[in-house]
């Protein structure tokens, strides 16, 4: 009984730690991971690093984007942050 009551803060605090922090970035990388499988030609997109464009073409792992000045440039799914069905 000592033992449980002594390891009862240690288990709060994991539970408390996974209910604040670890299921809340779960679920925020499920919704990035279903916005960049469901990409498709004509979305406009935002990476990571801030380029705004529209998708050209498609790849399994890859996007060629075309940027409002004709430049094609290709980037991984993973680096798109956000996007805007057509």
Known sequence: ???LVSLLP???MFVIFYFLLIRP???RQ???MEMQN???KGDEVVT???LHATIHALDEGTIVLITESGTKLRYDRSAVREAKQS
């Open 30 to 32: 499920k919704k990035v």
């Open 38 to 40: 469901s990409l498709q």
């Open 48 to 50: 990571i690093g801030g």
């Open 10 to 12: 240690i288990i709060l």
């Open 1 to 3: 009984m000592e033992m």
């Open 25 to 27: 970035q779960q679920k």
